[in-house]
């Protein structure tokens, strides 16, 4: 199994957690605060800005809708900023908009980016999703990259206990070392917060007497902070993206998480998931343990999660798992995906073991044995265009014996919903035909094989009686496609035994045998 699967998941897993009472005037007019783009005006407006921050959205999607009100709010304070911060937002669905959605590389809804210098500085938006905390998020970014600490005070509000601090400690405000700090804090800076000082005795933690060069990265994880001497931009950069990554990711609520969950599911590494009520009376032993795997297998290319079930509804819902199961442990690898429901505390790191066995020599281990989401199979399933599941695609696509064409839908996806009546007129166009079976697949519910490649709905692919397996790629009509069935649909049942018949019987002329061992090769 590809690992990667995940990567589509990156965004749409994150908690939008409900909207909370903001400080900006629910009363104040909020039309057009958001500007309208598309394909026609993003080019023109984009370029008249300094400064500004573009929204990607897909009018079905449900994160989009509860960020609109929220974004809208933002906008209506942030343009009367100085200087003005202009929001504006693009419907990256429509098929007018593709290129814009390709440029930008939008993968998943919503997608925000910064844009800077008239286009030419785009970056990542790594802020909160709600009004106020946009409005906070994006008047830092359009101050400077660093800011100075001069009092205890000052670094203890701006330090706090949430998020990842970077404070660079310099005895003069100036040199190699100076300017490199400022030149990565304007690169990384909608992922991290950056301050200077001259005084590391004001800060929370460490060794207040030091006096610098040197960086000083705090966190509320793991060892809480981490020094570096080493100015180099590469280095610098490696030691924030690496020290400022906790040892296991946390999946609750908390918005400050939501970054590090973007990169754990978007990393290409085998994942182990533990998911638990956090009101569970172990909950301390199974952090225990969760943290001791993740040092035990560090070398192992394996990210680490521990979640919350009261909020990881969405992906239970991607990933078909069950709250009856929990206390979880689900794993993904190369070779497949694996489940270890009600598991305790002490059988975390033993069970990971197996799971390591089984990947490192492509077996399965004693009773592992990889996990499939399915939906159930259909109790009747007698309607012209036939449902397929994870559970029995074997038995009607690839051990059917007959010509399938299977679609792969997403229940939210309009162009689905468009192709459902044309799928339905194939299907009663050619329902009297035994070896042709027109089927679809949910594929947001139901893992899909590796034969397949589903990078967007619909996803259409054709596997005829002969074994050849073939996307397709044409009009979406009924009547190119039944032309394609046609035309590359293997033989009809029966056909193959007429062959061998034939092909027994002395009596029957040269020329004919010679006509059916040419269908019988061309088919075959």
């Not at 296991?248 to 908390?254: K, L, S, W």
Request: with cysteine; glycine share 6%; hydrophobic share 40%.
């Amino acid at each position: 199994m590809d690992v990667n699967l995940v990567l589509s998941f990156a965004l749409a897993i994150l908690i939008s957690s409900s909207p909370a009472a903001v400080g900006v005037d629910a009363t104040e007019e909020l039309k057009e605060a958001v500007l309208t783009l598309d394909a026609g005006n993003f080019s023109e407006v984009v370029a008249k800005h300094p400064f500004i921050v573009v929204e990607f959205y897909a009018p079905w999607c449900g994160h989009c809708k509860q960020l609109a009100p929220e974004y809208e709010k933002a906008a209506s304070v942030l343009r009367k900023n100085e200087p003005p911060v202009v929001l504006a937002k693009v419907d990256a669905y429509d098929e007018r908009n593709k290129e814009l959605k390709d440029k930008y590389g939008v993968y998943s809804y919503p997608t925000i980016k910064i844009m800077k210098n008239g286009g030419s500085d785009v970056r990542g938006y790594g802020g909160p999703r709600e009004a106020d905390g946009i409005v906070e998020y994006l008047k830092r970014q359009v101050g400077p990259a660093s800011l100075k600490l001069e009092s205890a005070e000052e670094a203890a509000h701006s330090i706090g206990d949430k998020g990842v601090i970077l404070v660079g400690v310099f005895p003069e405000f100036d040199g190699t070392e100076y300017e490199n700090f400022m030149a990565v804090a304007e690169k990384m800076r909608a992922d991290y917060d950056f301050f200077h000082t001259s005084d590391a005795s004001i800060l929370p933690r460490g060794d207040q007497s030091v006096k610098g060069p040197i960086v000083r990265l705090f966190k509320p994880f793991d060892e809480l902070f981490v020094d570096s001497e080493d100015f180099g931009k590469d280095a610098l950069e490696k030691f924030i993206k690496v020290s400022g990554f906790p040892m296991v990711v946390t999946y609750d609520a908390d918005p400050t998480n939501h970054k590090f969950l973007e990169r754990y599911y978007s990393t290409p590494s085998a994942k182990a998931m533990l998911f638990v009520s956090f009101g569970d009376d172990r909950i301390e032993s199974f952090k225990s343990q969760i943290h001791e795997a993740a040092r035990k297998f560090s070398a192992n290319n394996i990210s680490f999660l521990i979640g919350d079930v009261a909020d990881a509804d969405r992906v239970f819902q991607y990933f078909g798992l069950r709250e009856s199961d929990v206390p979880l442990l689900f794993m993904i690898a190369s070779t497949g995906k694996y489940l270890n429901p009600t598991i305790d505390p002490d059988q975390i790191i033993p069970w990971l073991k197996q799971v390591l066995h089984a990947h490192s020599f492509l077996t399965h281990y004693g009773n592992l044995t990889p996990y499939v989401k399915s939906e159930p199979i259909p109790k009747a399933n007698d309607q012209p265009v036939k449902v397929v599941v994870a559970d029995n695609i074997d038995d009607i696509v690839f051990n059917s014996g007959k010509n399938v064409l299977l679609e792969f839908y997403a229940p939210w996806c309009g162009h689905c919903r468009k192709f459902a009546p044309i799928l339905e007129e194939i299907a009663v166009s050619l329902q009297d035909d035994q070896d042709i079976v027109i089927a679809k697949m949910d594929g947001t519910a139901n893992d899909i094989p590796t034969d397949f490649t589903v990078e967007g709905y619909p996803t259409i692919y054709f596997y005829s009686s002969s074994g050849n397996l073939l996307s397709y790629d044409g009009s979406r009509t009924a009547e190119e496609i039944i032309s394609f069935i046609n035309e590359n649909r293997g033989p009809k049942a029966g056909a193959a035994a007429a062959v061998d018949e034939k092909t027994q019987i002395d009596a029957v002329e040269e020329e004919d045998t010679d006509d059916l061992y040419t269908a019988y090769n061309r088919d075959y």
